[in-house]
């Protein structure tokens, strides 16, 4: 169990170095798709470095009930 914790922390800190890379920490998204762009980035991990590069172009906010 303690490994897969460790195994799954490296993936997580790896996804955010390789987001770190691309400048998706520099400045505040502007938008759900920046914001979701940078998550899946994170969650992508190691894949990043084997030509992965995860986008999110559009997404819908639910909105509150009147």
Not at 6 to 27: D, E, K, M, N, P
Not at 38 to 46: D, E, F, K, R
Request: proline fraction near 9%.
């Amino acid at each position: 169990m303690r490994i897969i914790l460790i195994v799954a922390l490296v993936w997580l800190i790896v996804g955010a170095v390789a987001a770190g890379q691309r400048g998706y920490f520099g400045s505040e998204p502007g938008d759900c798709a920046g914001a979701g762009t940078t998550v899946v980035t994170v969650l992508a991990g190691p894949l990043n470095y084997f030509g992965v590069n995860p986008k999110v172009t559009e997404c819908q906010l639910p909105q509150p009930s009147p």
